[in-house]
Structure formats: structure tokens, C-alpha cells
């Protein structure tokens, strides 16, 4: 055979050891389709297999074991329906029993007596003698024991991978072919001054110690230079396309507090504002006086005020003379915030609108000419506020309620409604920790309330199995004798609506036979927006004392009088979700509850979310564990707002520490070639450009 080199970038058939039946594999269960996507299929753990044990050392506390000696006695046993492969294997100290359930066949003919080998694996005790079932045997040559003496790499695999061979010393093997072979060195992709200011290895030794490491400091080394690599052109990504662009994004200049914002401040709020709230105008103010446009990002738990803060910026821009748009994920939650508007402002010279789905075409007409006409000062919606048909005479300022249920598209593109783009204020509850927070929204300011207006009492979080309901119905008659209104929510599965449909029904007859003195509301995705406006006004002007509802209700619903909220099949809900529920109630000055009901059988994640609910009220910590739990990948939120990218080795849980460095990093090399023009900064541009698969214009994002 002529000896071929091997590239970086050529397909994997190209290596030895490689058929197109095991490329298939490689590419369909592992998104292996060259060389060098192999050598970035990072190991997920490793073991300890610098030593060389011998049998006589085996005992109950003994992991995997290696050893080195001869093997004899290949023999058949077992019955007919239950085939098995025994061997003996030796060394000077004694022996112990090699066992193989599969692959017996192949087992068979394996193995020479009188040759030595080497052999790892996990002793179990059957009796009182010891077996190694399905151990790794290689032959003891000294290429075998280069290759696997040390911290042994072991690989994600899927079952259709093991039966092509490729299991974990499959693909162990494949690697270190690929290195051996590979035709010159790995391109380099940090610059030199970095590394070196880093303590890290080079790509080469790197790459061969994330695979093959020596020790653990070699291990180590490897594993941070990938991990900083990975968030470090995150952060370098985000950061150039904003505040070191070279040319500040200018921004509408909001130079006054006017009169529309000081008559409601001094004469329509019938309460103080929070410190927080208080803290967090401030810094919107700054922003807004600076020339510069905003991108803020504001954090405040459930009930913490968010709303307010909102109007108070909205009023700025009208002071000023500019437009300002809210954007809410639901109808129920835009056409609640368009209420609440419309009553605060009462008597202000200030005109709001209501932009949804279900709004009329007449009405639509009106709200387009006072749009581009400029009569319209404020206007509130849903998605419908980001059609292309939506045109604003001057928008100064776009807010975002709820952010993490819009995509990042979204954002984007109400950012485009003026040709100086408007100053762009988010708001969440979905705490985010703050390593994520500074990954995904990297670019944003981040202003926090964290502090609950006065009177509020802290919820109190039971966990109920289902058989309690009788209690249950008790506790709920108890709390709406005081005066008081509950919740009910069904969790919501997209794929089987009907079912979802059916539970909630169910529920609401449930309710209705045992608590039949009361009146009830029952919102779900199936009605049209006016049922379910209706509904909710019964339930929002106390009417029904209780809603039994989809999850629809799930964000920024505010009735203060309810201090109840039920959660059936809370199992099926991620933290985030529980979390946004139970900010429903606590919202008055009553003693609120939540209730969640579950089955007995449990899944040990399904506890631990429930008894983080039950522990705490606190949204980061719950974001916290949330992390914990599902790995930030998953989390809710991000999840839906799209995770502009996808994070291989760094784990945004564990490796915060890494996330500040690249970020600290990336800002000094920004703040010193903010172009990356450098010589030395080269390889910087390339690799962005080659990392930015996706055609998110990041400049365009808030
Ligand atoms: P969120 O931050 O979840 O959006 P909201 O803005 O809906 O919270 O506010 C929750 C409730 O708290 C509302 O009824 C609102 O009127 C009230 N509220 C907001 N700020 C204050 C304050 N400073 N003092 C008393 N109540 C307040
Ligand atoms: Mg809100």
C-alpha cells in the first residue's frame, strides 16, 4: 500500500481502520465525518490506568485494574442458550478469571498462549473468587503499552457504534491512529501570547494529552486550554460587535425628565417605588442621557416591580418626543399590561394602543396612521409588534417583557424598526446565573431588582402526593372563605393538545362538584382570544374565585388578590416554569401557598426540582440548582431563546471561573486591537470567522 498522509480536514474513510460501513456510524451517531472531527470528539471522562496492578493486590475495593501476564485455558462454557467464553489469566502473584458474555466466537481464537498481554477492566467478586467480566485485551507489545499506560480517555458511544466496534477502545484506537498518521502539525489556534500568558499547552500537545494524557496536571492543562478556547471566542464574538466595535452604537439622547413622567411619578403612583426600582431608573437614566444606545438587560424575581419600571422608561422617551413599544410573549399578558397602562395613565397626555394577533383590521388602520402619523405615543403587543407592516413615526425605545420566551430573530429585528436603532431595555424573571448571563447575553447591561416591594410575605411551598386531594379541596375552601382566589394549572404537551384538553376538563369538573359553592374560570390554548379574555376578567375582577387554566397564565399574570396556586403533575414542569407559576400569588399582602401535586413514583431529578421548590424562594438560587440539574444547555430559557451556539467541552455549571477569564482576556485584546488588525491577532479573525456558522448578525442583537 502507498503510504498516504493524512490531513486535518480529510474525510475519516481516509483512516486506516475506517470503512465507509464504519463512516456511516461515525457520521450518523456521532457527527464524525473527518479526521479532525475526530480529534475533537473530547473524551467525557477518564481512568486511572497509569499503574500496573497485580492479581494478588485485587480486592473489594478495587476499581478497574490493569495487569500484565499470560493468558491460558480459552474455554467454552455455560449452556447452549446461555453461551460464555472463560479464560485464565496469570501473572507471578497468582490469577484470577477473564469472562465474556458476547462476541464469543471471536473470544475463541484470540489469544496465543505464551504471549503476554495487557488487561483492563473492573474485577467483580462472584462468590469468593474474583472475575474480570469483558475486559480490554491488547497484545503487551510496546506500542500497546505507550498507548494505553496513563489516564485512559473514555468515550461517549452509542449502542450502534459498539456493535461497528467503535465502543470506547474503538474509538481510543482511531485516535491515536489519527495522530500517528497525521501528515504535519495541528494549525494552531490561539495566539502565541495568549498561551503563553496562560501556562497553556499548544494545540498539538493539547490535542494528545486531552486524549492520552500522562498525568493529571498534563490532564488538566488540556482540558482548561479547550475550555477557555471554546468561551473565550464566545465572549471575543460578542464583545467586538459592541462596545469595542471601534464606533459606538450612537443613540436617541433622552436629555430630560419631563412633565408626563414627574405628573405621574408625584401624582398617579399610589405607592413609593423600591429602592431597587429606584436604583435600576437610575442607571436607565444614565443610559439614556449618554448618547449611546442602551441595551440593558433587566433581572428581577416574580413580583419584583419590573412593570413599573417599564412605564417610568416608556414615559421617558414620550417626554422626549420619541415613540416606545412593550413587547409581550402572550396575549393575556399584553392585553393585561395594556389595561394596566391605560389606568395609570389616566388623564396623562399620553396615548396607548393594543397591537395582537386578534386585532381587528379597522383597528389595526387606526393604529398604523397614529404610528407613522405620531399621535400614538405607546404601544403594547404581542409579536404582531415586529411585522414588517409595523411602522413607527420616531420609536425611541423597545422593551422586551419576559425576554426569555422571545428568540433572539426577535430581538433582532425589533431593533431594526428605526434607522438609529432604538434604545432596547429586556426584562426577565427567569433568574440567570450569572456565567450564563454573561455568555449568552454578553452584550447586554445588566441591571438587577433585587428586592420585593414592602408587605410581601414569602410563599410557603407545599409538596402534595395526588392522594391528598381531599385535603387539598379543604384548604381551598378554607382560603376563599377569607376572600381569597386560587389557581389551578395543568401542565401543557404540545404533541397531544387533545389529551392536555381532556386533563384540564377533567379538572374543572373536578372542582366544580367539590367546591360547587364557587364559581370557576377555565382557560386554555383552544379558546379564541376572546373567551379568554373574558375569563380572565371574571377571574381578574373577582368574580370566579378560581382558574383552572393551561400554563397560559404561566407568565407575568397579575391578580393580587389570589394567594393559591395549585400545580398538578408539577413533576412534568422544569424549575424555571415552577418558579414563573408561583410568582402568580405572593403578589398582595395575604399569606400565599403553593401547592404541587405529584404522583408517589418519582424520578430522582423530578424530587430534587420539587424539593428545591419546596426549600426555596429565591429565583437565583432555583436557577442555580436548575443548572445544577439539567446542565445549562437544557436549562428553560435558554432553551427557548435559542442558545446562539452550542458549548462542547466548557459546562457554563462548573467552569464559571473559566467564563470570567475569557471574558477579562477578551476585553484587554479587544481594548488593544479592537479591529484584531495585529499581526499577532490574525489567527483570532480567522478562527471567528470560521466559529460563526451561524448568520446571526450579532450587531444586531440585543
Ligand atoms: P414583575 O416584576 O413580576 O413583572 P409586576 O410588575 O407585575 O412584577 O409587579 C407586581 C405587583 O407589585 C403589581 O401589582 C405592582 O403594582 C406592584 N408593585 C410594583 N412596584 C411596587 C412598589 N414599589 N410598591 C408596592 N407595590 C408595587
Ligand atoms: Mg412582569
Same mark, same amino acid.
Given at each position: 500500500?502507498?503510504?498516504?498522509?493524512?490531513?486535518?480536514?480529510?474525510?475519516?474513510?481516509?483512516?486506516?481502520?475506517?470503512?465507509?460501513?464504519?463512516?456511516?456510524?461515525?457520521?450518523?451517531?456521532? /457527527?464524525?465525518?473527518?479526521?479532525?472531527?475526530?480529534?475533537?470528539?473530547?473524551?467525557?471522562?477518564?481512568?486511572?490506568?497509569?499503574?500496573?496492578?497485580?492479581?494478588?493486590?485485587?480486592?473489594?475495593?478495587?476499581?478497574?485494574? +490493569?495487569?500484565?501476564?499470560?493468558?491460558?485455558?480459552?474455554?467454552?462454557?455455560? #449452556?447452549?442458550?446461555?453461551?460464555?467464553?472463560?479464560?485464565?489469566?496469570?501473572?507471578?502473584?497468582?490469577?484470577?478469571?477473564?469472562?465474556?458474555?458476547?462476541?464469543?466466537?471471536?473470544?475463541?481464537?484470540?489469544?496465543?498462549?505464551?504471549?503476554?498481554? &495487557?488487561?483492563?477492566?473492573?474485577? #467483580?467478586?462472584?462468590?469468593? $473468587?474474583?472475575?474480570?467480566?469483558?475486559?480490554?485485551?491488547?497484545?503487551?507489545?510496546?506500542?500497546?503499552?505507550?498507548?494505553?499506560?496513563?489516564?485512559?480517555?473514555?468515550?461517549?458511544?452509542?449502542?450502534?457504534?459498539?456493535?461497528?466496534?467503535?465502543?470506547?477502545?474503538?474509538?481510543?484506537?482511531?485516535?491515536?491512529?489519527?495522530?500517528?498518521?497525521?501528515?504535519?502539525? $495541528?494549525?494552531?489556534? &490561539?495566539?502565541?501570547?495568549?498561551?503563553?500568558?496562560?501556562?497553556?499547552?499548544?494545540?498539538?500537545?493539547?490535542? *494528545?494529552?486531552?486524549?492520552?494524557?500522562?498525568?493529571?496536571?498534563?490532564?488538566?492543562?488540556?482540558?482548561?486550554?479547550?475550555?477557555?478556547?471554546?468561551?473565550?471566542?464566545?465572549?471575543? +464574538?460578542?464583545?467586538?460587535?459592541?462596545?469595542?466595535?471601534?464606533?459606538?452604537?450612537?443613540?436617541?439622547?433622552?436629555?430630560?425628565?419631563?412633565?408626563?413622567?414627574?405628573?405621574?411619578?408625584?401624582?398617579? %403612583?399610589?405607592?413609593?417605588? #423600591?429602592?431597587?426600582?429606584?436604583?435600576?431608573?437610575?442607571?436607565?437614566?444614565?443610559?439614556?442621557?449618554?448618547?449611546?444606545?442602551?441595551?440593558?438587560?433587566?433581572?428581577?424575581?416574580?413580583?419584583?416591580?419590573?412593570?413599573?419600571?417599564?412605564?417610568?422608561?416608556?414615559?421617558?422617551?414620550?417626554?422626549?418626543?420619541?415613540?416606545?413599544?412593550?413587547?409581550?410573549?402572550?396575549?393575556?399578558?399584553?392585553?393585561?399590561?395594556?389595561?394596566?397602562?391605560?389606568?395609570?395613565?389616566?388623564? %396623562?397626555?399620553?396615548?396607548?394602543?393594543?397591537?395582537?394577533?386578534?386585532?381587528?383590521?379597522?383597528?389595526?388602520?387606526?393604529?398604523?396612521?397614529?404610528?407613522?402619523?405620531?399621535?400614538?405615543?405607546?404601544?403594547?403587543?404581542?409579536?404582531?409588534?415586529?411585522?414588517?407592516?409595523?411602522?413607527?413615526?420616531?420609536?425611541? &425605545?423597545?422593551?422586551?417583557?419576559?425576554?426569555?420566551?422571545?428568540?433572539?430573530?426577535?430581538?433582532?429585528?425589533?431593533?431594526?424598526? /428605526?434607522?438609529?436603532?432604538?434604545?432596547?431595555?429586556?426584562?426577565?424573571?427567569?433568574?440567570?446565573?450569572?456565567?450564563?448571563?454573561?455568555?449568552?447575553?454578553?452584550?447586554?447591561?445588566?441591571?438587577?431588582?433585587?428586592?420585593?416591594?414592602?408587605? !410581601?410575605?414569602?410563599?410557603?411551598?407545599?409538596?402534595?402526593?395526588?392522594?391528598? *386531594?381531599?385535603? $387539598?379541596?379543604?384548604? $381551598?375552601?378554607?382560603?376563599?372563605?377569607?376572600?381569597?382566589?386560587?389557581?389551578?394549572?395543568?401542565?401543557?404537551?404540545?404533541?397531544?393538545?387533545?389529551?392536555?384538553?381532556?386533563?384540564?376538563?377533567?379538572?374543572?369538573?373536578?372542582?366544580?362538584?367539590?367546591?360547587?359553592?364557587?364559581?370557576?374560570?377555565?382557560?386554555?390554548? !383552544?379558546?379564541?382570544?376572546?373567551?379568554?379574555?373574558?375569563?380572565?376578567?371574571?377571574?381578574?375582577?373577582?368574580?370566579?374565585?378560581?382558574?383552572?387554566?393551561?400554563?397560559?397564565?404561566?407568565?407575568?399574570?397579575?391578580?393580587?388578590?389570589?394567594?393559591?396556586?395549585?400545580?398538578?403533575?408539577? @413533576?412534568?414542569?422544569?424549575?424555571?416554569?415552577?418558579?414563573?407559576?408561583?410568582?402568580?400569588?405572593?403578589?398582595?399582602?395575604?399569606?400565599?401557598?403553593?401547592? %404541587? %401535586?405529584?404522583?408517589?413514583?418519582?424520578?430522582?431529578?423530578?424530587?430534587?426540582?420539587?424539593?428545591?421548590?419546596?426549600?426555596?424562594?429565591?429565583?437565583?438560587?432555583?436557577?442555580?440548582?436548575?443548572? *445544577?440539574?439539567?446542565?445549562?444547555?437544557?436549562?428553560?430559557?435558554?432553551? @427557548?431563546?435559542?442558545?446562539?451556539?452550542?458549548?462542547?467541552?466548557?459546562?457554563?455549571?462548573?467552569?464559571?471561573?473559566?467564563?470570567?477569564?475569557?471574558?477579562?482576556?477578551?476585553?484587554?485584546?479587544? #481594548?488593544?486591537?479592537? /479591529?484584531?488588525?495585529?499581526?499577532?491577532?490574525?489567527?483570532?479573525?480567522?478562527?471567528?470567522?470560521?466559529?460563526? !456558522?451561524?448568520?446571526?448578525?450579532?450587531?444586531?442583537?440585543?
Amino acid at each position: 500500500m502507498i503510504f498516504s498522509a493524512l490531513n486535518f480536514n480529510d474525510e475519516i474513510t481516509y483512516l486506516k481502520g475506517v470503512g465507509p460501513a464504519r463512516a456511516k456510524v461515525l457520521e450518523r451517531e456521532a /457527527n464524525i465525518r473527518t479526521v479532525g472531527d475526530l480529534l475533537q470528539y473530547y473524551p467525557y471522562r477518564y481512568v486511572d490506568r497509569s499503574h500496573i496492578y497485580t492479581c494478588a493486590e485485587i480486592n473489594d475495593e478495587t476499581q478497574y485494574v +490493569q495487569l500484565k501476564g499470560t493468558i491460558t485455558n480459552v474455554r467454552k462454557t455455560g #449452556t447452549p442458550h446461555k453461551e460464555r467464553v472463560e479464560a485464565t489469566f496469570s501473572d507471578p502473584t497468582g490469577s484470577i478469571q477473564l469472562v465474556w458474555f458476547r462476541g464469543t466466537k471471536y473470544i475463541l481464537n484470540r489469544f496465543q498462549e505464551g504471549s503476554t498481554y &495487557l488487561v483492563f477492566g473492573k474485577p #467483580t467478586r462472584y462468590q469468593h $473468587l474474583f472475575n474480570i467480566p469483558h475486559p480490554e485485551v491488547d497484545e503487551a507489545t510496546e506500542e500497546n503499552e505507550r498507548k494505553n499506560l496513563g489516564w485512559m480517555a473514555m468515550y461517549n458511544t452509542t449502542e450502534r457504534m459498539k456493535n461497528a466496534g467503535l465502543g470506547t477502545s474503538g474509538i481510543r484506537k482511531l485516535v491515536f491512529t489519527a495522530l500517528e498518521t497525521l501528515s504535519h502539525e $495541528l494549525v494552531e489556534t &490561539l495566539p502565541a501570547y495568549i498561551r503563553d500568558k496562560l501556562g497553556f499547552p499548544d494545540i498539538n500537545d493539547a490535542t *494528545r494529552a486531552i486524549h492520552f494524557p500522562k498525568n493529571n496536571r498534563e490532564l488538566s492543562k488540556a482540558q482548561e486550554r479547550f475550555k477557555f478556547e471554546e468561551l473565550f471566542y464566545i465572549q471575543l +464574538q460578542i464583545l467586538k460587535h459592541s462596545k469595542f466595535s471601534g464606533q459606538p452604537q450612537s443613540g436617541f439622547v433622552f436629555a430630560k425628565v419631563g412633565d408626563t413622567f414627574n405628573e405621574f411619578y408625584n401624582h398617579h %403612583l399610589s405607592f413609593d417605588l #423600591t429602592n431597587a426600582q429606584k436604583k435600576v431608573i437610575r442607571e436607565i437614566r444614565t443610559d439614556l442621557g449618554s448618547g449611546r444606545q442602551m441595551n440593558r438587560l433587566l433581572q428581577g424575581d416574580v413580583g419584583s416591580g419590573k412593570t413599573l419600571v417599564a412605564l417610568l422608561t416608556m414615559l421617558l422617551a414620550v417626554d422626549n418626543g420619541y415613540q416606545a413599544c412593550l413587547m409581550a410573549p402572550t396575549e393575556i399578558l399584553a392585553t393585561q399590561h395594556f389595561h394596566s397602562f391605560r389606568r395609570m395613565l389616566d388623564g %396623562l397626555p399620553c396615548s396607548v394602543s393594543l397591537l395582537t394577533g386578534s386585532t381587528s383590521a379597522k383597528e389595526r388602520d387606526a393604529i398604523h396612521v397614529g404610528l407613522k402619523s405620531g399621535t400614538l405615543n405607546l404601544l403594547i403587543g404581542t409579536h404582531a409588534l415586529i411585522e414588517d407592516n409595523v411602522q413607527f413615526k420616531n420609536l425611541g &425605545l423597545a422593551i422586551i417583557d419576559e425576554q426569555h420566551r422571545f428568540g433572539v430573530a426577535q430581538r433582532a429585528k425589533l431593533r431594526l424598526k /428605526n434607522s438609529l436603532p432604538p434604545h432596547v431595555l429586556v426584562m426577565t424573571a427567569t433568574p440567570i446565573p450569572r456565567t450564563l448571563a454573561m455568555t449568552v447575553y454578553g452584550d447586554l447591561d445588566v441591571s438587577i431588582i433585587d428586592e420585593l416591594p414592602p408587605g !410581601r410575605k414569602p410563599i410557603k411551598t407545599y409538596h402534595y402526593f395526588n392522594n391528598r *386531594r381531599d385535603d $387539598l379541596m379543604r384548604f $381551598l375552601k378554607q382560603e376563599i372563605d377569607l376572600g381569597r382566589q386560587a389557581y389551578i394549572v395543568y401542565p401543557l404537551i404540545e404533541e397531544s393538545a387533545k389529551s392536555d384538553l381532556q386533563a384540564v376538563e377533567n379538572g374543572y369538573d373536578y372542582v366544580t362538584t367539590h367546591l360547587s359553592q364557587f364559581k370557576v374560570s377555565m382557560v386554555h390554548g !383552544r379558546l379564541s382570544s376572546q373567551q379568554k379574555e373574558s375569563e380572565m376578567n371574571k377571574f381578574v375582577h373577582g368574580e370566579t374565585q378560581i382558574m383552572v387554566a393551561t400554563t397560559v397564565i404561566e407568565v407575568g399574570v397579575n391578580v393580587p388578590n389570589a394567594s393559591v396556586m395549585v400545580i398538578e403533575d408539577s @413533576q412534568r414542569f422544569g424549575l424555571a416554569q415552577l418558579h414563573q407559576l408561583r410568582g402568580r400569588v405572593g403578589r398582595g399582602n395575604s399569606q400565599s401557598y403553593c401547592i %404541587l %401535586l405529584s404522583p408517589q413514583k418519582l424520578s430522582y431529578e423530578s424530587n430534587q426540582r420539587l424539593k428545591t421548590m419546596v426549600a426555596t424562594n429565591d429565583g437565583f438560587e432555583i436557577a442555580e440548582a436548575d443548572m *445544577r440539574l439539567r446542565g445549562p444547555g437544557d436549562m428553560e430559557g435558554t432553551a @427557548q431563546s435559542g442558545m446562539p451556539f452550542e458549548l462542547k467541552v466548557a459546562n457554563l455549571a462548573r467552569d464559571g471561573e473559566i467564563v470570567t477569564l475569557a471574558r477579562d482576556v477578551a476585553q484587554r485584546v479587544l #481594548t488593544a486591537d479592537p /479591529n484584531l488588525n495585529a499581526e499577532e491577532n490574525r489567527v483570532l479573525t480567522f478562527q471567528l470567522r470560521k466559529r460563526a !456558522r451561524t448568520n446571526i448578525d450579532w450587531s444586531n442583537i440585543s
